[in-house]
């Protein structure tokens, strides 16, 4: 054995050769064979053996470790990295040299810095998503404070991270919308309610206990099934309004009605003058707050209750009273009735007590809207008599002026009067053509009724062909007399002028005595006109002479008397009467 050969070590250090030396030496001592050292020593050398045996195991086992790690710190970065969006790390190389160790070491501060990252984009999508989840609660009525959401760790990009920014702000621009039609439902909730005197805070909180006004405006709720519910509120308060309002207009109305019947004075009116302001207000014109309240509506209906039951105890002064109205109308349209007939009639109905006074009342008003009927389709022929009539006293005016003398002396209102007589000129002229147009309608009104028109009991008709009768006599009566004239005068100018001498003092009296009977023949034919006209054209004339000396007969055609007779009558020549 070489235990010989090796060196004796430094006293104090213990070695392998030390420790075989110290065994040799026991082994001398103790009388060791050979065979029994060489056994030990191989045992030495196999137990030697398997300690390098285990400490290379170990190493393995301890660098495969290490080559794990190093593997799973390029997986976790490249799962960060994938997870943060990220393509690659620019302070980590792609490409890692040294040991296995160096490596890691390089490693290890990316991975912690790509941690931190990670961590604050978990909370970012994690602050996002809670406030999304908090929104679709509110807008779907079902929020839940409870249930966090749940961030998928592995999409934490900023490409994900900004889809989730554009849905937020896109339903927080819902939010502001939805937010923005409840506090416009509560609005008018409010108003409605103050128009209609209904407790607003009972009425809202129906819906949602949150549209109290206790409540912030952030935390309203604004869910479908709110806004549903406002809608659905808003539109029966609105139709509540309206059925109200023409509750109240009805209840005006009578009110109104009643007043004007009874004349009520305007003190005892003004104490409903909140009830009558609104008789022709459309519903949204109505914003006084309690105009509609039930109270206000009750009181009315109390008042027109207690109006129906005074009308009933002053039925016959109501009566009387629309009686009134009923003739008044009927004499506008100069239609003749028998008042004293009807209000008998009225006095017995009432007194019998077989006819309700509501219903007495309704018929009578039924009578006077079918007079206003009658009187608006007699209104065109009425008008036209109007004018008739007043050409017929302008007429009669320009005969009396045309037979004064001294009608150009320029008294005071002369030239007054010579402006009248040339518009009453412009006016007669125009009685033909009206008295033809008057006929011509009167019969067409006549034939759409079946009926005669009636002016003031007598037939219109009757009335325009005395007329024209009458005129057509007057008109020759003026032609005889100027034909008389003419052959007077031809009778009294012919020897003068044959003899060629002056007049002898005979025909000067002859001549001057022929004058007051033209005088008196010119004074009595236009009294007779007169009493023509204000028998048939004016409107002062006696119905009971009328009725006795009418008679009817056909209309006279004007444009059969001649130019020469119009042209006399217009410029006011007096006729004179003819001789036998």
């Given at each position: 054995m070489a235990v010989a050969d090796t060196q004796i070590p430094l006293q104090g250090e213990t070695t392998c050769g030390t420790l075989l030396q110290k065994l040799q030496e026991i082994w001398d001592e103790v009388g060791e064979t050979d065979e029994e050292r060489d056994k030990m020593l191989l045992q030495i050398d196999q137990?030697?053996?398997?300690?390098?045996?285990?400490?290379?195991?170990?190493?393995?086992?301890?660098?495969?470790?290490?080559?794990?790690?190093?593997?799973?710190?390029?997986?976790?970065?490249?799962s960060l990295l994938s997870a943060l969006g990220e393509k690659s790390f620019s302070e980590f190389p792609e490409k890692a040299s040294g040991t296995i160790k160096e490596q890691l070491a390089a490693i290890a501060p990316a991975l912690e810095k790509l941690w931190k990252q990670k961590e604050q984009r978990v909370k970012?999508?994690?602050?996002?998503?809670?406030?999304?989840?908090?929104?679709?609660?509110?807008?779907?009525?079902?929020?839940?404070?409870?249930?966090?959401?749940?961030?998928?760790?592995?999409?934490?990009?900023?490409?994900?991270?900004?889809?989730?920014?554009?849905?937020?702000?896109?339903?927080?621009?819902?939010?502001?919308?939805?937010?923005h039609k409840v506090l416009e439902f509560v609005s008018t909730v409010h108003d409605l309610c103050a128009v209609l005197g209904i407790d607003f805070f009972a009425t809202v909180t129906e819906v949602h206990p949150s549209l109290n006004d206790a409540t912030g405006v952030q935390s309203k709720s604004i869910s479908n099934d709110t806004l549903s519910k406002l809608a659905k509120m808003?539109?029966?308060?609105?139709?509540?309004?309206?059925?109200?309002?023409?509750?109240?207009?009805?209840?005006?109305?009578?009110?109104?009605?009643?007043?004007?019947?009874?004349?009520?004075?305007?003190?005892?009116?003004?104490?409903?003058d909140h009830v009558t302001c609104n008789i022709s207000a459309s519903v949204d014109e109505v914003t006084v707050p309690g105009a509609l309240a039930l109270d206000l509506i009750e009181q009315a209906e109390v008042e027109v209750e207690r109006l129906d039951q005074l009308k009933a105890s002053r039925m016959k002064e109501i009566a009387f009273k629309k009686q009134s109205e009923l003739e008044e109308i009927f004499s506008h349209a100069h239609i003749e009735i028998d008042p004293e007939a009807a209000r008998e009639k009225i006095m017995a109905l009432i007194d019998s007590g077989n006819v309700e006074p509501a219903e007495l009342l309704d018929d009578m008003d039924d009578q006077i809207a079918k007079a206003k009927e009658e009187v608006l389709s007699r209104k065109e022929i009425l008008d036209k008599v109007e004018k008739w009539m007043l050409a017929c006293e302008e007429e009669s005016w320009l005969e009396d002026y045309n037979r004064d003398d001294n009608r150009y002396n320029a008294s005071r209102g002369a030239h007054l009067n010579l402006k009248r007589a040339e518009k009453a000129r412009i006016l007669v002229n125009k009685i033909p053509a009206l008295v033809d147009t008057l006929i011509a309608k009167t019969r067409t009104w006549e034939e759409d009724r079946g009926i005669s028109f009636i002016y003031d009991g007598v037939p219109l008709l009757a009335m325009l062909d005395e007329y024209t009768m009458l005129r057509h006599e007057r008109e020759e009566e003026k032609r005889r007399s100027r034909d008389h004239k003419k052959f007077h005068d031809q009778q009294t100018t012919d020897p003068e002028i044959i003899t060629n001498s002056r007049p002898s003092p005979v025909r000067t009296t002859t001549k001057k005595?022929?004058?007051?009977?033209?005088?008196?023949?010119?004074?009595?034919?236009?009294?007779?006109?007169?009493?023509?006209?204000?028998?048939?054209?004016?409107?002062?004339?006696?119905?009971?002479?009328?009725?006795?000396?009418?008679?009817?007969?056909?209309?006279?055609?004007?444009?059969?008397?001649?130019?020469?007779?119009?042209?006399?009558?217009?410029?006011?020549?007096?006729p004179v009467s003819a001789s036998p």
């Open positions: 137990e030697c053996l398997d300690v390098y045996k285990r400490k290379v195991e170990l190493a393995d086992k301890s660098r495969a470790k290490l080559l794990q790690s190093l593997s799973d710190a390029k997986h976790e970065l490249s970012e999508f994690f602050d996002v998503q809670s406030e999304i989840q908090k929104i679709c609660g509110e807008i779907a009525g079902s929020l839940n404070l409870s249930e966090n959401p749940v961030v998928d760790e592995s999409q934490l990009s900023i490409e994900k991270l900004d889809e989730y920014h554009c849905q937020l702000q896109e339903l927080q621009k819902e939010k502001s919308e939805r937010l808003v539109l029966a308060l609105k139709e509540d309004k309206k059925q109200r309002l023409h509750k109240l207009q009805e209840l005006a109305t009578q009110l109104i009605d009643l007043w004007n019947l009874m004349d009520t004075p305007s003190e005892e009116r003004s104490l409903f005595a022929g004058g007051p009977r033209v005088n008196g023949a010119a004074n009595g034919t236009p009294s007779s006109r007169r009493l023509s006209l204000n028998q048939n054209g004016s409107r002062s004339m006696n119905k009971d002479s009328k009725r006795d000396s009418m008679r009817p007969m056909t209309p006279v055609k004007y444009d059969a008397i001649s130019k020469d007779d119009s042209g006399s009558h217009i410029s006011g020549t007096e």
